[in-house]
């Protein structure tokens, strides 16, 4: 059927391997296939341009032999917020595209796969480790009512975030939010709230200073997690079980910074942190656009994307400032328009 589809010749075809990189494209379902072809012709031929399905923004970063890397922008109103998603080759159909009309290519893909990306889990995950935690295990200097009391405290601030999972594991905590993208005409909407985990950080310093008498630091990162179902913790019937439901490239990014930060801070590179935030979770904050550009960047490299990746040095107290100055600008921006619509 495909192949007596879109045979005018005003159409560019794009072939998999052909899909053009670093430029915005659009996702669209197979259901649009034949709505979108039959509009383009009586655009053709004179009829005025009409608004065809639902599009999702994406860019494509990279073409393997099995997948598609693609750059998701899932919301540019309340902040900016993009994701790293692969488009299997089994979910392509066909990628469609019309220059002499001003047409982005879409990618048209199963509507099955679609919907999955839209109505699936995704996950913010975080990092924390105390600093110079090993040294005062060699001078015993950590008593079983010290960490009692840590751990007691990690219980109570877990009680405050029903919808966060937090794991302690050695000398670190692993935490992990679930949240969602939602999608049009379902039960299932945007969840994302990375800020969160700054609130979540700053009580944490609180109890590891109150405690223990310690600094902390956390690398935070955020993205599609490869497990699909909604709980972000699983206990088997015995309890001798436990798992994070982790898989995928935020959760290896996790530990990737935190190595690289390890090196960079050895050599010199750069100064210690309290937080290594990978760019993509960055970049998703409600943070001042000036204030995210002029941010010093570092490399890192994970096992599950290509090429190099980035994280940004800060601490709580710089984030916090930051976010309030935007949303005092939000405010204002808010009140002027209500102002002129009257």
């Known amino acids: 059927m495909l192949n007596m589809m879109f045979d005018h010749p005003k159409f560019d075809h794009y072939g998999f391997e052909e899909i053009p990189l670093d430029q915005d494209i659009f996702l669209v379902g ?6 979108y072809e039959q509009m383009m012709l009586r655009f053709f031929d004179g009829a005025e341009y009409e608004s065809v399905g639902f599009i999702s923004w994406v ?80 001078r015993n200097d950590l008593s079983q009512e010290l960490l009692l009391e ?46 969160q985990l700054l609130e979540v950080f700053r009580r944490l310093q609180e109890l590891y200073q109150r405690s223990l008498e310690m600094e902390i630091y956390a690398v935070f990162t955020q993205g599609a997690n490869e497990y699909f179902g909604s709980a972000p913790l699983h206990i088997s019937k015995s309890g001798r079980h436990i798992g994070m439901n982790c898989l995928g490239v935020p959760f290896e990014r996790l530990f990737a910074i935190d190595e690289a930060a390890r090196k960079a801070i050895r050599s010199k590179y750069h100064s210690p942190s309290q937080l290594y935030l990978d760019l993509e ?52 921006m808010l009140a002027e328009a209500k102002r002129d619509n009257r």
């Not at 197979?30 to 709505?35: G, K």
Request: aromatic share 12%.
């Open 30 to 35: 197979a259901e649009w296939l034949v709505p």
């Open 59 to 138: 860019v494509a970063t990279g073409v393997s032999q099995n997948g598609i890397e693609l750059t998701w922008h899932l919301t540019f109103s309340t902040r900016y917020h993009g994701i790293k998603i692969v488009l299997p080759r089994s979910e392509f159909i066909d990628c469609i595209g019309c220059w002499d009309a001003s047409e982005r290519p879409r990618i048209f893909v199963t509507d099955k796969w679609l919907n999955h990306i839209h109505l699936r889990n995704y996950s913010v995950f975080g990092l924390v480790d105390a600093v110079g935690f090993k040294d005062r295990i060699k």
């Open 150 to 195: 840590l751990r007691s405290g990690v219980d109570d601030l877990a009680e405050h975030y029903p919808d966060l999972t937090i794991i302690s594991f050695g000398d670190s905590l692993l935490l992990k939010s679930n949240w969602t993208v939602g999608m049009f005409d379902s039960e299932v909407s945007y969840t994302y709230a990375p800020e």
């Open 281 to 332: 979770y960055f970049t998703s904050l409600r943070l001042p656009h000036e204030f995210q550009s002029r941010k010093e960047r570092a490399e890192y490299t994970s096992k599950m994307s290509d090429g190099a990746q980035h994280y940004v040095m800060s601490n709580v107290d710089e984030l916090d400032a930051a976010l309030e100055k935007q949303s005092q600008l939000h405010e204002r």
